[in-house]
């Protein structure tokens, strides 16, 4: 694969006031050079250094296709870890192909998705774990995930699993030197130092699975499951929130009948919104289908956004209370009294003194007039209570990570239990060797074509 010389347009789709093409490989400067045509004779891409900027036309034969800088990286000091050259053109959809078209007849061929960066894994330029987070930090859309994504890109994840793979090799080569003395009757590893020490790299494994589920949170959003009977104004609150029409608003009961979900940045955390069908007795079929959503979103919910319309009688909101109650165990509750510009200040009062009883945060708005939507807002920060995130704080966000580690975690499990009973070191090699495996196939020292193509396949054409 790494013979090929490939190409890509790296910026966004569609018309821009510039566009970037990259292409990388053995032959991409000698490509390059074929097409492009400096302003001044001397400054041939052949004969550039390094990191050098070039100004001057792309042409096909005599007709001139644009006017473009070229920036020139010579391995392994470039992205990919080989020769790669960056083609610097006018956003012109036309102009992009065109050129695209001149490199392909030229000998390059289109990269597949994440292949620049696949290269730059395969040439040693990142582990695997670091080009995971170049997808991520692509992606990031809040201060929290942009953080996480920078920590891991610049190896603060894969600083740490070095060392714990270190510490184990040294832990098993001890281990496997006895096994070569057995009959000699040498020890050569003392018992409870390897104890202390592997009871060491668990707790650390530990602490970075357990933290996924503040990273997956931080990564695609604190899910906020907006409830309450028909008509409260749930799908009205959430048109607010995310600014625009994205659910039906109607005086009909019963017109939200699935759920509705999409995300949004508050004050730099993202919260992934679920608006769900109103919760009511009903014979309509289709509805009763989306009110059992409803209950079923309601366990994947951090935060419970609670619509009550203030207009309900204080018996049926109490009813609707203990019909939730298992539900809204361990969940952050927000009760949203809505509609308060349809009650006068003395119906508000009278109100506000009788649901005073029901223990929650209480916020009254009203979701039409988009009053109080601030403290809302607010009430949602202060609900999630999400870590600050610092530049070097390690928290796993990728669901494979995860998983390795907490097979990492089972395996260094069972050598405290093995150092505990005393058993042969044969065996405390092989659960040694199986934590360090796991460990090693989140940074890529151990890993599959089938693996790799999964992962890659994920990121965008041209990175």
């Known amino acids: 694969m790494n013979s090929d010389t490939i190409c890509a347009v790296s910026t966004a789709p569609g018309t821009g006031g510039v566009a970037i093409i990259r292409i990388s490989g053995d032959q991409a400067v000698a490509i390059c050079d074929t097409l492009f045509v400096p302003i001044r004779q001397s400054k041939r891409l052949l004969t550039q250094p390094a990191y050098s900027l070039t100004y001057g036309s792309i042409m096909q034969g005599e007709e001139l296709i644009d006017d473009v800088l070229v920036s020139l990286f010579r391995n392994p000091h470039s992205f990919t870890g080989e020769d790669t050259v960056e083609i610097t053109c006018h956003g012109s959809i036309y102009i992009q192909q065109q050129i695209m078209q001149l490199l392909i007849t030229n000998g390059c061929r ?22 995971e987070a170049v997808a991520d930090l692509i992606a990031s859309t809040s201060a929290g995930t942009h953080k996480l994504a920078m920590s891991q890109m610049r190896g603060g994840f894969s600083n740490e699993l070095t060392k714990l793979r270190a ?14 003395f057995s009959e000699e009757d040498v020890e050569f590893a003392d018992r409870s130092n390897l104890r202390v020490l592997a009871t060491s790299i668990e707790h650390l494994i530990s602490k970075l699975a357990n933290s996924f589920s503040v990273g997956n949170v931080i990564k695609n959003g604190v899910p906020v499951a907006i409830i309450g009977e028909t008509n409260a104004g749930k799908s009205t609150l959430l048109n607010y929130l995310l600014n625009e029409e994205k659910a039906i608003v109607s005086d009909i009961h019963g017109t939200t009948r699935d759920v509705i979900e999409d995300t949004i940045n508050i004050a730099g955390t993202t919260f992934r919104f679920i608006d769900t069908a109103g919760i009511r007795e009903t014979t309509d079929a289709i509805e009763t289908i989306g009110i059992e959503r409803t209950f079923q979103k309601l366990d994947q919910a951090s935060i419970v956004l609670w619509v009550i319309d203030l207009n309900t009688p204080i018996d049926q909101i109490e009813a609707l209370s203990q019909k939730l109650q298992s539900k809204l165990k361990d969940k952050q509750l927000i009760l949203v009294f809505n509609k308060v510009d349809l009650l006068t200040p003395a119906m508000l009062a009278e109100k506000q003194d009788v649901l005073s009883t029901l223990a929650a945060e209480r916020l009254f708005i009203s979701a039409q007039s988009r009053s109080n939507m601030d403290a809302l807002q607010q009430l949602l920060i202060k609900a999630a209570n999400l870590p600050q995130i610092g530049q070097n704080d390690i928290i796993v966000t990728n669901l494979r990570h995860y998983e390795a580690l907490v097979h990492a975690q089972e395996a260094i499990t069972r050598v405290i239990e093995g150092l505990m009973a005393n058993i042969s070191g044969d065996f405390l090699s092989m659960d040694i060797r199986e934590c360090m495996h796991y460990l090693g196939i989140i940074t890529g020292n151990i890993g599959n074509e089938e693996i790799l193509g999964n992962i890659f396949s994920k990121f965008c054409v041209g990175k």
Do not use: V
């Not at 289109?110 to 620049?116: K, L, Q, S």
């Not at 510490?167 to 070569?180: A, M």
């Open 110 to 131: 289109t990269a597949d998705p994440g292949e620049f960066t696949q290269r730059a894994f395969l040439n040693g330029k990142m582990d695997l774990s670091q080009a």
């Open 167 to 180: 510490q184990l090799l040294d832990f098993t080569s001890l281990i496997e030197l006895e096994l070569d």
